[in-house]
């Protein structure tokens, strides 16, 4: 899976998307966890980084 780890959040990843107009910087970000025994991969969260900075780890903890 792509992305990078984020620290404290049990394996989840964050992979940056650009936007029309904009960088990587200020496009969007989706946040997923994957559970590789089972196969399985979750979409924890999309977001635009002008609406929502970035989430915390404890937030990701919660929802995984």
């Known amino acids: 899976m792509t992305g990078?780890?984020?620290?404290?959040a049990d394996g989840a990843r964050q992979?940056?998307?650009?936007?029309?107009?904009s960088g990587k910087s200020s496009g969007a970000r989706v946040i997923c966890f994957n559970?590789?025994?089972?196969?399985?991969?979750?979409?924890v969260a999309?977001?635009?980084?002008?609406w929502h900075a970035n989430m915390l780890s404890g937030e990701?903890?919660?929802?995984?």
Do not use: C, F, H, N
């Open 15 to 21: 992979v940056r998307w650009s936007r029309a107009g």
């Open 4 to 8: 990078d780890v984020i620290p404290g």
């Open 60 to 64: 990701i903890k919660m929802v995984v």
């Open 46 to 50: 999309v977001y635009a980084r002008a």
């Open 35 to 43: 559970l590789t025994e089972q196969k399985v991969v979750w979409l």
